[in-house]
């Protein structure tokens, strides 16, 4: 079955790129589905932040379009994100998600989420 584990550094300083890796097991990356990428914290609860299909295309949340960046690494399986200029209000628990269908399916695969704090 599939599985999807994120990691990357706990601690970001503000201004700083904060960039995680989320590695995926048990499927190809580059065969089907939008790989993506949500956070969850007290202000904004769940928030989805973009994804990568498996063409390599790809989306991202209007609101932090200008800010996010997903790429892939087809021959580890993984894609990760960067998220720059970071601010305490991007403290959040970060996951990487697979939804069933299309980009906006329900999410039936999840990383386990890592916490993130920007913090000086």
């Known amino acids: 079955q599939v599985q999807l584990q994120e990691s990357g550094p706990g601690l970001v300083k503000p201004l700083q790129t904060l960039s995680l890796t989320c590695t995926v097991s048990?499927?190809?990356?580059?065969?089907?589905?939008?790989w993506s990428w949500i956070r969850q914290s007290p202000g904004k609860g769940l928030e989805w932040m973009g994804a990568?299909?498996?063409?390599?295309?790809?989306y991202y949340s209007p609101s932090l379009r200008s800010r996010t960046s997903i790429s892939r690494d087809t021959s580890k399986n993984q894609f990760t994100l960067q998220l720059s200029s970071v601010t305490p209000e991007d403290t959040a628990v970060y996951f990487c998600?697979?939804?069933?269908?299309?980009?906006?399916?329900?999410?039936?695969?999840w990383g386990q989420g890592t916490q993130v704090t920007v913090s000086s």
């Open positions: 998600a697979r939804p069933n269908t299309g980009l906006t399916g329900w999410y039936d695969y």
């Open positions: 048990g499927g190809s990356i580059t065969t089907n589905y939008y």
């Open positions: 990568i299909a498996y063409s390599g295309s790809t």
